[in-house]
């Protein structure tokens, strides 16, 4: 079962979603940006870390959300969500197809990762 972090990333009123690329598992489907939690690492220095490595931004890890778990055909995950600002730096897509900032109230309009789902509705709870 793989330990998954994934960042809401909040900007100026608006959530910032990416789109794996062809060459990933799930290709082209839209997930929040995250990756896997390495040993003897905390959720939060691995979404640190990921965020940077992925997006070349610097990130605020603020609050949790639901852990969710999910099995998809070829692997497991333990997705953990963190609602998150974005501190410094311009988005860079250094390993998805591309990254849009969009209104929280069009996220369920993007053909979104099986896992990723619960997060954007609990989200959506959340910031009414």
Not at 55 to 74: A, F, R
Not at 89 to 113: F, K, N, P
Request: charge should be negative.
């Amino acid at each position: 079962m793989l330990q998954v972090t994934c960042a809401i990333i909040e900007h100026q009123g608006k959530v910032l979603i990416c789109q794996r690329s062809a060459a990933m598992l799930l290709p082209l489907k839209w997930e929040f940006p995250g990756g896997k939690i390495e040993q003897g690492e905390s959720m939060k220095a691995c979404l640190a870390r990921e965020i940077m490595e992925e997006l070349n931004v610097t990130i605020q890890v603020e609050k949790g959300l639901s852990m969710v778990e999910h099995h998809y055909p070829d692997f497991s995950l333990c997705l953990h969500p963190f609602i998150c600002t974005l501190i410094s730096g311009d988005i860079q897509a250094l390993e998805h197809a591309q990254t849009l900032w969009v209104d929280q109230t069009a996220l369920l309009d993007y053909d979104w990762a099986e896992a990723d789902l619960p997060i954007v509705r609990e989200y959506l709870k959340l910031r009414p």
